[in-house]
T-cell receptor
Framework: GQQVMQIPQYQHVQEGEDFTTYCNSS?????IQWYKQRPGGHPVFLIQ?????EVKKQKRLTFQFGEAKKNSSLHITATQTTDVGTYFC??????????FGTGTQLKVEL | DAGITQSPRYKITETGRQVTLMCHQT?????MFWYRQDLGHGLRLIYY???????DKGEVPDGYVVSRSKTENFPLTLESATRSQTSVYFC????????????FGPGTRLTVT
């Protein structure tokens, strides 16, 4: 099935620093979704990217889909303690199901 | 309020016992999914269902059984629990296409001793 590699596994930043997580696939993706999971919580949908080279922004979060549709990134500008959590990418596979990356756990220190 | 509920939220059971995790949704979404979440593995799909009475295996189905007699319910049964099944289990739904967002329940934390 579809597989995605997500890096880094962990990221520890000082509040105000930027953060980026990457998802990479060896095959061309039809679309990619991003989810956030707060500690002790459940995954919550953030966004979906569909077009080659697509860039979408949500306040301090910038999502990009690569030109070849084989990679994607999530960038957070000037992190805040509210950004703490694990960020997952997910890609569509056969049978209307998603394959999730292993996630990047973000910790933000004051 | 509409949404997905899971029960129990926490469960401790012994090796070899049967345990059933419940998932209920109020939207009448056609698709429902069961995932397990373990450190270093992200979310792995156990089973999913496209509609009532239609189920299919995901990535890690061994040791689990599902049924879906009604659209709104999708129980997951561990027939003979093992320690390796200690995990957090999430149920999820979507409207019917994989490019629609998935909605997750709050999760069940299962410990097998």
């Amino acid at each position: 099935g579809q597989q995605v590699m997500q890096i880094p596994q962990y990221q520890h930043v000082q509040e105000g620093e930027d953060f980026t997580t990457y998802c990479n696939s060896s095959t061309t993706l039809s679309n990619i979704q991003w989810y956030k999971q707060r500690p002790g919580g459940h995954p919550v949908f953030l966004i979906q990217l569909v077009k080659s080279g697509e860039v979408k922004k949500q306040k301090r979060l910038t999502f990009q889909f690569g030109e070849a549709k084989k990679n994607s990134s999530l960038h957070i500008t000037a992190t805040q303690t509210t950004d703490v959590g694990t960020y997952f990418c997910a890609v569509t596979g056969g049978g209307n199901k998603l394959t999730f990356g292993t996630g990047t756990q973000l910790k933000v220190e004051l | 309020d509409a949404g997905i509920t899971q029960s129990p939220r926490y469960k401790i059971t012994e090796t070899g016992r049967q345990v059933t995790l419940m998932c209920h949704q109020t939207w009448s979404h056609s698709y429902m999914f069961w995932y397990r979440q373990d450190l270093g593995h992200g979310l792995r799909l156990i089973y999913y269902s496209a509609a009532a009475d239609i189920t299919d295996k995901g990535e890690v189905p061994d040791g689990y059984v599902v049924s879906r007699s009604k659209t709104e319910n999708f129980p997951l049964t561990l027939e003979s629990a093992t320690r390796s099944q200690t995990s957090v289990y999430f149920c999820a739904t979507h409207f019917g296409r994989a490019d629609y967002e998935q909605y997750f329940g709050p999760g069940t934390r299962l410990t097998v001793t």
